[in-house]
């Protein structure tokens, strides 16, 4: 495990107290929950096989817990009595330390991918859904970067069906589409290509065909074309809501022929809310640092729209991350659409800093005075 010295936890208390007090501008109320839950509340919504990387325990009476590997789902239980009591939107944030099991010493590191012990500092946003929201989450996420002062940083956005959907509608057998989405997550472009070409089908697009639509089909693309089209022809509302402008439909974009038409139609469904969602971020000038790219995926299973996760240089791992989860709720018995993001803190610092945060200050250490703060 990392110690921190003082210059170092100050360091991070500064950057802990910045973002909350961004996100108590914009609302949102801190809570706190506990750092043990139980596997069953965690496993809800989610693949049991997720479960293998969380440190578990047993309680005396034998149940099993375990340190919590992230917060949403904490967050939904305590939210649940407060939706089904009439509350019909939540705005809560919270800066907590987060746990995963791992034998790999390098997951030691503060700023490894998948550190053992780490700081996430968030919000969740229970009760609206719309695309205007997700924006909105968007700006907020990204105004916490400004606040911090960190300017080498992109946003990468995708949406958690859209993927799955897309390979299934191809022809796709499930446990294909479920192997296809593992490489994904994990960054794992060769073996998906293997995988792909393994079918052997010539009725199915090759590996390479498939990683090229899915990381080149661009909803911002397609929202400046229909931006574009809107005032040449001068459509109206109501014209728009017959369909999209020609050109920006997904069928305009990509040759493929849908093996499962009903599938295909939900693909295209999924494209046009991203397309929606495209326009939006451009009406709140929010796309200077941000990109699509659908063959992100991330590897919590109750996302359901919108994903994103934010690089900033020098860091190998998301210093920002979350997406929309509309099913989460249901499973704790208060059906209800729901958003959120978390910052990674000690990616975060690593990132902001100048000097190396995760090295010892000798001065501190040798004649007990204090360091200056770095800037953030």
């Known amino acids: 495990m990392q110690d921190l010295f003082p210059q170092q936890a100050r ?17 949102f109320d801190m809570v706190s929950c506990g750092a043990f839950e139980y596997v069953d509340t965690l496993l809800r919504g989610r693949a049991a096989a997720e ?49 995963h099991r791992t034998d790999d010493p390098a997951s030691l590191s503060w700023i490894s991918g998948r550190a053992a012990e780490s700081t996430q500092v968030g919000v969740e946003w229970i009760g609206p859904a719309d695309v205007e929201v997700d924006a909105r989450l968007l700006r907020l996420c990204q105004s916490g970067l400004t606040k911090l002062g960190l300017k ?4 990468v956005v995708s949406h958690a ?4 959907a897309f390979l ?18 994990r960054g794992d472009y060769v073996g998906f290509r293997r995988i792909v070409d393994d079918q052997g089908s010539v009725d199915l697009p090759s590996g390479e065909a498939l990683l090229a639509m899915l990381s080149k089909i661009n909803p911002l693309s397609a929202a400046e074309m229909s ?6 022809d001068k459509m109206s509302s109501d014209k728009m809501s017959a369909g999209r402008p020609s050109g920006t439909n997904l069928s305009d974009l990509v040759e493929i022929r849908w ?13 046009n809310s991203l397309v929606r969602f495209a326009e939006e971020l451009k ?17 919590i299973s109750y996302y359901s729209g919108i994903v994103f996760e934010v690089f900033a240089n020098g860091v190998g791992a998301p210093v920002a991350l979350g997406g929309r989860y509309d099913g989460l709720l249901a499973s704790f018995g208060a059906p209800a659409p729901a958003v959120g993001f978390t910052y990674e803190i000690e990616r975060l610092m690593a990132a902001l800093s100048e000097v190396e945060w995760t090295s010892q200050p000798e001065a501190s250490i040798a004649d007990g005075t204090r360091e200056v703060d770095t800037e953030c």
């Open 11 to 27: 360091f991070r208390r500064k950057v802990e107290s910045k973002l909350l007090a961004e996100f108590e501008d914009h609302g």
């Open 51 to 99: 479960a293998e990387a969380w440190v578990r325990v047993f309680d005396t009476l034998g149940r099993t817990v375990a340190l919590r590997p992230e917060m949403t789902p904490s967050i939904a239980r305590m939210a649940a009595p407060l939706l089904s009591s009439g509350n019909r939107e939540i705005r809560w944030c919270y800066a907590e330390r987060v746990y």
């Open 152 to 155: 080498d940083w992109q946003m």
């Open 161 to 164: 069906a859209f993927a799955p």
């Open 168 to 185: 299934a509608a191809s022809g796709f057998e499930a446990a294909v589409v479920d192997d296809l989405m593992g490489t994904l997550a």
């Open 227 to 232: 931006g574009d089209k809107m005032s040449s």
């Open 259 to 271: 093996r499962n038409p009903a599938l295909g139609t939900q693909v295209e469904n999924y494209w």
């Open 283 to 299: 009406r709140m000038r929010l796309t200077d640092h941000l990109t699509f790219d659908l063959t992100l995926t991330r590897d």
